[in-house]
T-cell receptor, first 112, second 112 residues
Framework: TQLLEQSPQFLSIQEGENLTVYCNSS?????LQWYRQEPGEGPVLLVT?????EVKKLKRLTFQFGDARKDSSLHITAAQPGDTGLYLC????????????FGQGTELSVKP | NAGVTQTPKFRILKIGQSMTLQCTQD?????MYWYRQDPGMGLKLIYY???????DKGEVPNGYNVSRSTTEDFPLRLELAAPSQTSVYFC???????????FGQGTRLTVV
């Protein structure tokens, strides 16, 4: 059973299109993080959202944490080929100590 | 600062052999994690530690063991290697559960 469900798992789009990646759970999280991973490398943090309903922007990327702290989304505006990579959500389930678990990832390909 | 250092980078094991994957961090982080990542997938938590002397099971602990005798080091032991343990292994550390997790470069393990 996947505690953090990401969708879609694969996304192939043209440069300039918009996209949204979802991260859902039936559990409450104290925070959710989004990472990006390049081939052959470890994941690198993009953002952490902590407060229910919180919205954070990072240039063309917009992150939202659900009001109930069970879900999050990543929206990319006007995608560029440089956005290509594996996007992962991660979080610590509430009251489960120091566990940091990851979703299964969204493989994004942006074609010029 | 070196960050999180994993060794070795690559290893081929025969079925039934054992080995230790080394992980050390120089950021004085309390939290440390071991993950495995299969091709095109997200990261599965094997074991984690919230401080020296404290370890706990993650999502997929079977076939692995860990120890945390110092803040800096968090080795992962594979006993009786099986083909199902062929994967890329990542070690990570963080100051707390809600702060950025820093990853090592990964160890690509093949069991034949």
């Amino acid at each position: 059973t996947q505690l953090l469900e990401q969708s879609p798992q694969f996304l192939s789009i043209q440069e300039g299109e918009n996209l949204t990646v979802y991260c859902n759970s039936s559990s409450v999280f104290s925070s959710l993080q989004w990472y990006r991973q390049e081939p052959g490398e470890g994941p690198v943090l993009l953002v952490t959202v902590v407060t229910g309903g919180e919205v954070k922007k990072l240039k063309r990327l917009t992150f939202q944490f659900g009001d109930a702290r069970k879900d999050s989304s990543l929206h990319i505006t006007a995608a560029q080929p440089g956005d290509t990579g594996l996007y992962l959500c991660a979080g610590g389930p509430y009251n489960q100590g120091g566990k940091l678990i990851f979703g299964q990832g969204t493989e994004l390909s942006v074609k010029p | 600062n070196a960050g999180v250092t994993q060794t070795p980078k690559f290893r081929i094991l025969k079925i039934g052999q054992s080995m230790t994957l080394q992980c050390t961090q120089d950021m004085n982080h309390n939290y440390m994690y071991w993950y495995r990542q299969d091709p095109g997938m997200g990261l599965k938590l094997i074991y984690y530690s919230v401080g020296a002397g404290i370890t706990d099971k993650g999502e997929v602990p079977n076939g692995y063991n860990v120890s945390r005798s110092t803040t800096e080091d968090f080795p992962l032991r594979l006993e009786l290697a099986a083909p199902s343990q062929t994967s890329v292994y990542f070690c990570a550390s963080s100051y707390s559960l809600n702060t950025e997790a820093f990853f090592g470069q990964g160890t690509r393990l093949t069991v034949v």
